[in-house]
């Protein structure tokens, strides 16, 4: 069971580039979410999809842009990427409102 | 929005003793607490969760406890194993979608 599933692992990426972060879940499920992980600031959410067709921004969608591509995916692009954007990031999805979110393996992206 | 805090940030335990944590959040509406737990490196896994509607809910060596009227969970740990080390995360959402997690509290088991 693949569950939710993120690419890449690992990037590095130079200031002012721009690249796409790929999430799939193979559950079913309606909702999905990209969220940062920096020390000591817990997991903030960036853009979330409560169904297939809506996107919403979260707490911190700033320099991010998202796509819901169909039911199973769920794309975060950085356009022009700066090094306050160095984090890891978490995609996860779930079943609906209030419901138990699942998240995949984490992209650690480094901007130097 | 709803707002989500942890203490303490850090917990040492003894081997073999009980860890609590706390949480508080501050939008009365919220109706599902879940937490997780995330070891080194690793994606955060959710461990146990509970609705508006139950003030207790227990699985083997952890439970979570919810007081509404004071707006606050908690996660209860017993026999605590090395294992058990990790950060572990509460959060809190109503049907909007969207969770709010706390900071997360740095856990540490001494053999």
Same mark, same amino acid.
């Given at each position: 069971?693949? $569950?939710?599933?993120?690419? *890449?692992?690992?990037?590095?990426?130079?200031?002012?580039?721009?690249?796409?972060?790929?999430?799939?879940?193979?559950?079913?499920?309606?909702?999905?979410?990209?969220?940062?992980?920096?020390? %000591?600031? $817990?997991?903030?959410?960036?853009?979330?999809?409560?169904? =297939?067709?809506?996107?919403?921004? $979260? =707490? #911190? *969608?700033? %320099?991010?842009? #998202?796509?819901?591509?169909?039911?199973? =995916?769920?794309?975060?692009?950085? =356009?022009? /990427?700066?090094?306050?954007?160095?984090? #890891?990031?978490?995609?996860?999805?779930?079943? %609906?409102?209030?419901?138990? /979110?699942?998240? $995949?393996? %984490?992209?650690?992206?480094?901007?130097? | 929005?709803?707002?989500?805090? @942890?203490?303490?940030?850090?917990?040492?335990?003894?081997?073999?003793?009980?860890?609590?944590?706390?949480?508080?959040?501050?939008?009365?509406?919220?109706?599902? +607490?879940?937490?997780?737990?995330? !070891?080194?490196?690793?994606?955060? @896994?959710?461990?146990?969760?509970?609705?508006?509607?139950?003030? !207790?809910?227990?699985?083997?060596?952890?439970?979570?406890?919810?007081?509404?009227?004071?707006?606050? +969970?908690?996660?209860?740990?017993? !026999?605590?194993?090395?294992?058990?080390?990790?950060?572990? +995360?509460?959060?809190?959402?109503?049907?909007?979608?969207?969770?709010?997690?706390?900071?997360?509290? @740095?856990?540490?088991?001494?053999?």
């Amino acid at each position: 069971n693949a $569950g939710v599933t993120q690419t *890449p692992k690992f990037q590095v990426l130079k200031t002012g580039q721009s690249m796409t972060l790929q999430c799939a879940q193979d559950m079913n499920h309606n909702s999905m979410y990209w969220y940062r992980q920096d020390p %000591g600031m $817990g997991l903030r959410l960036i853009y979330y999809s409560a169904s =297939e067709g809506t996107t919403d921004k $979260g =707490e #911190v *969608p700033n %320099g991010y842009n #998202v796509s819901r591509l169909n039911k199973r =995916e769920f794309s975060l692009r950085l =356009e022009s /990427a700066a090094p306050s954007q160095t984090s #890891v990031y978490f995609c996860a999805s779930s079943e %609906g409102t209030a419901t138990r /979110a699942f998240f $995949g393996q %984490g992209t650690r992206l480094t901007v130097v | 929005g709803e707002n989500v805090e @942890q203490h303490p940030s850090t917990l040492s335990v003894q081997e073999g003793d009980s860890a609590v944590i706390k949480c508080t959040y501050s939008d009365s509406a919220s109706n599902y +607490f879940p937490w997780y737990k995330q !070891e080194l490196g690793k994606r955060p @896994q959710l461990i146990i969760d509970i609705r508006s509607n139950v003030g !207790e809910k227990k699985d083997q060596r952890i439970a979570v406890t919810l007081n509404k009227t004071a707006k606050h +969970f908690s996660l209860h740990i017993t !026999e605590t194993q090395p294992e058990d080390s990790a950060v572990y +995360f509460c959060a809190a959402s109503k049907g909007n979608n969207r969770l709010a997690f706390g900071k997360g509290n @740095q856990v540490v088991v001494i053999p």
